[in-house]
């Protein structure tokens, strides 16, 4: 499944975006930002140049300010575009000029450009492509800059972009389009932000780009800081704060009581201090857990509340409302990985793949091989029903839970990590990496069976301190690591 069928649905989702597959027909066309941005994320080693291509296009898409272009045709923002014929036919619509494409603050999503962060990071710690960082790029609306110019604006817009409390604005919507927050703020982007801040950071030092790395060191901090204070609710994080002060996913509340996103964000992102972020994915386990996969909330919205948004008036156990919303189902699997349970995180991985819920076909009614958008949560009678194949973002997501934080097997501006999270029971495992023109045979033996922690690693039997360095392209290497 991870080799063949999930790779080739992360692929097809960063080729065709959410416009077309074999069964549905989106309602739109061009490439969505925020969906761009996290679908190459999965891919940059098996396809390095369409992945640097929909950087460009992102980057292209970017305003000046920083934020991202929601919906896109990124052909109309190539600067290299023959110019339209101006012509007048009465079966053709003529273009708009490209100012009027792009649109200004009340039609921005929150969480758009911030993804753009780590998805270049993670091209580069793949390729090698360091003189990336400098290629110039324009902007949208005009001017250009760097890619590292391009990524600051990113940051510092979300930094601008916040409510009463410091946590950030919701905007339009964040990434559930349906929780629209009512003008209110979202735990779910500052958590984001956190988790953006941190990849930049990590560039800053390599370039050594030091004013910047202290700048938002500084900056994470205050982030970091201001989410602990406001967002934690005793057994986890709450989702969001309308715009008259009200918590959304909080225990006080009665429907909506406790969030996905919020919750494996804080962990993934590492901003949640250690004993928060177990206890609050203990409540996704305890609350969200089920056969299926995690739900995205519960229990399910029964009454209109505007204040939360358009989330309150779907039907209870479809999609955004208390669904089994395969998208973010992967984050909390990292974020198992990341307080070192691989146990659950192997739980939770199993519960949503396609193959494992094939002996219910009649309830799934969808194919073994691909994950879905969505499957009908508990609160709904088709509770198993799976809807929207093929194009989703959950199969960059699975690929790189399982291959990157299950497996451990991930790549640094400076080496590869070796950093498995396995259930206990699992003696050995082996695989075969990659990486910037070098092949690693990989094999990481569990002679204590435990679920994370490595204390040796070899390199053509000769120990290694933390990463693997680069080798030489064209060589075949053995990598070996014991678990303890």
């Known amino acids: 499944m991870v080799n063949t069928w999930n790779l080739y649905q992360a692929e097809t989702c960063v080729v065709w975006s959410r416009f077309s597959s074999f069964i549905e027909v989106g309602g739109r066309t061009g490439l969505g930002y925020r969906d761009t941005a996290q679908d190459i994320m999965s891919v940059p080693h098996t396809n390095p140049g369409k992945v640097r291509q929909r950087i460009v296009e992102l980057l292209r898409a970017q305003v000046g300010s920083g934020y991202g272009l929601h919906l896109f045709e990124p052909e109309r923002f190539d600067p290299n575009r023959p110019a339209t014929p101006k012509f007048k036919s009465p079966t053709v619509v003529p273009e708009p000029p490209v100012e009027q494409l792009i649109h200004g603050l009340e039609d921005t999503c929150s969480d758009d450009h911030l993804w753009l962060v780590p998805s270049v990071c993670q091209y580069i710690k793949e390729t090698g492509d360091f003189q990336f960082f400098e290629e110039i790029i324009p902007f949208a609306d005009g001017g250009e800059g760097t890619v590292y110019e391009h990524l600051k604006r990113a940051l510092d817009f979300s930094a601008a972009q916040v409510g009463p409390t410091g946590i950030c604005k919701g905007l339009r919507a964040d990434w559930n389009d349906c929780l629209n927050l009512g003008g209110g703020e979202s735990a779910m982007v500052s958590f984001l932000h956190y988790w953006a801040l941190q990849a930049f950071i990590e560039a800053a030092l390599f370039l050594g780009r030091r004013d910047d790395w202290e700048k938002y060191m500084a900056l994470a901090e205050k982030v970091r800081q201001v989410c602990e204070e406001h967002l934690w609710d005793g057994e986890w994080y709450i989702r969001g704060i309308t715009a008259r002060g009200e918590k959304i996913g909080s225990k006080q509340n009665e429907e909506g009581k406790i969030h996905l996103e919020s919750n494996a964000l804080a962990v993934l992102s590492g901003a949640a201090a250690p004993e928060r972020g ?72 199993d519960a949503l793949l396609p193959y494992n819920q094939n002996d219910r076909i009649e309830i799934r009614e969808a194919e073994p091989y ?81 679920q994370k922690g490595v204390k040796v690693i070899t ?26």
């Open 370 to 450: 691909s994950y879905c958008q969505f499957i009908m949560g508990r609160d709904h009678t088709a509770f198993g029903r799976a809807r929207h194949p093929w194009l989703t973002g959950s199969a960059g997501w699975m690929y790189t839970a399982a291959t990157q934080w299950i497996l451990g097997v991930r790549p640094s501006f400076t080496g590869l990590c070796i950093d498995p999270c396995i259930p206990e029971d699992w003696p050995e495992f082996h695989l075969t990496r990659k990486w910037r023109g070098a092949t690693y045979h990989i094999t990481v033996k569990n002679p204590d069976r435990i």
């Open 278 to 349: 177990r206890a609050c994915m203990d409540a996704v386990d305890r609350y969200l857990f089920s056969e299926w996969g995690l739900h995205l909330l519960w229990p399910a919205y029964t009454k209109p509340n505007d204040e939360i948004g358009f989330v309150t008036r779907v039907y209870p156990g479809i999609k955004e409302n208390g669904a089994i919303f395969s998208h973010p189902n992967p984050w909390a699997i990292i974020a198992e990985c990341r307080l070192g349970r691989g146990n659950r995180a192997m739980r939770f991985y």
């Open 459 to 484: 390199l053509n039997g000769r120990p290694v301190t933390g990463e693997i360095p680069p080798q030489a392209a064209g060589g075949s290497y053995e990598v070996v690591a014991i678990m303890g």
